[in-house]
């Protein structure tokens, strides 16, 4: 079951227990080009206390280098060998794992970021941002034929924002070789994509789409796959059972954490979404890191007020058995403690989901802090 942190003391002992701290980045550390408030001084708090930090992203849209050049415009202190992106991951896990010759070749689907990383890696590519590739002219199946690289032995697919009818169609035309001459590899499947001011369409939608005309689906290097795992502990020497990911979503971060054999503590300043369609129950909840600085400046009242977000925590009730509360956008919905009298719907907990005093829902659930600092 998934814990609140409510008091001085679960903050005290997060800290104490864990010695890494995985994020997640999107959502986490930044909102598109703005960083979540407080984060920068968790973060010198974690170091100030000789914590490791690694920052886990599925964005393949950069590589470690240009994510650097984004921490440091944010003003976050960040390192090359701390950030471990789903594009660095799929470069390593082609060169390390699949162990292509010098001619073998990748076609991609992606950006920049991807590119470069599998430069590093020492793997050949073509298609990406290749001026050939991004056109809106018609594919004419006819004249790629003759021109099909033979050497193409895996498609790859990340975030593209310049995708397009012919990189689909080239894409497919060397997937149709089968499985054993030409690997189907996607970054991540993320659904969505984080920006300021909402969300865009994720990787996993170009994939998707690739996956449906072949009738297989890809392999996914990235969160929640546990090759993004093995990477990190491959670069990194931790230990699991002090080790924490810290990530907005669960049914990529929270699940890498589980599917890593790590704890998971989910935070609610990222992509909200997810929380009604997943499944994972984190190791602990809090709604923003900065109360991860100081103890949470806010009180809780009974019975316990809930917002329809995580899945099968622990509510304790204090021996109430009905929550007052009224039904919006996500479901049961606490009124604000200083407004107990406001007219309300009454939600009667059933006995059977009640165990020792406490409340025990089976549906996904989320307790919604009302007051300073809410």
């Excluded at 997937?175 to 993320?190: I, P, Q, S, V, Y």
């Excluded at 190791?283 to 109360?291: A, F, G």
């Amino acid at each position: 079951m998934a814990k609140r942190l409510s008091t001085k003391e679960d903050y005290t002992t997060l800290l104490e227990k864990y010695d890494t701290f995985l994020f997640d980045c999107d959502g986490v550390l930044w909102n598109g080009d703005k960083p979540v408030e407080g984060v920068i001084d968790v973060l010198k708090m974690l170091r100030a206390k000789n914590k490791s930090v690694i920052f886990v992203s599925n964005n393949a849209s950069k590589s470690r280098v240009q994510y650097i050049t984004k921490f440091d415009k944010l003003g976050i202190q960040a390192e090359v060998d701390e950030v471990v992106g789903s594009a660095y991951a799929a470069a390593v896990y082609i060169s390390s794992v699949l162990k292509f010759a010098p001619t073998d070749k990748v076609y991609v689907i992606g950006m920049a970021g991807l590119e470069a990383e599998l430069a590093s890696e020492g793997v050949s590519y073509l298609g990406g941002t290749s001026p050939s590739d991004n056109t809106l002219e018609p594919f004419v199946l006819t004249s790629f034929l003759p021109e099909k690289d033979p050497n193409v032995k895996a498609v790859l697919c990340g975030l593209d924002m310049s995708i397009n009818y012919t990189k689909l169609c080239k894409a497919f035309q060397y997937l149709m070789e089968g499985e054993d001459k030409c690997k189907f590899l996607a970054t991540n499947t993320d659904g969505t994509y984080p920006i300021e001011g909402g969300l865009l369409p994720g990787s996993g939608t170009l994939s998707a789409s690739l996956a449906f005309a072949l009738g297989r689906n890809p392999l996914s290097i990235g969160k929640p796959g546990k090759t993004m795992m093995d990477c990190i502990k491959a670069k990194h020497d931790f230990d699991p059972a002090k080790t924490i990911m810290i990530g907005d979503r669960l049914d990529t971060d929270i699940m890498f954490g589980k599917n890593g054999g790590v704890s998971t503590l989910l935070v609610l300043t990222g992509t909200f979404s997810t929380f009604l369609r997943a499944n994972p129950s984190p190791s602990w909840i809090e709604r923003k890191l900065t109360s991860l600085c100081s103890s949470p400046p806010w009180t809780y009242s009974t019975p316990a007020f809930l917002k329809w977000y995580s899945s099968q925590l622990t509510i304790h009730s204090n021996n109430h058995t009905s929550i007052r509360g009224y039904f919006g956008t996500y479901g049961l919905m606490g009124t604000s403690p200083e407004t107990p009298d406001t007219p309300c719907h009454r939600a009667t907990v059933p006995a059977s989901l009640r165990q020792n005093n406490h409340v025990v829902y089976e549906t996904p659930v989320f307790p919604y802090d009302h007051g300073p600092g809410a």
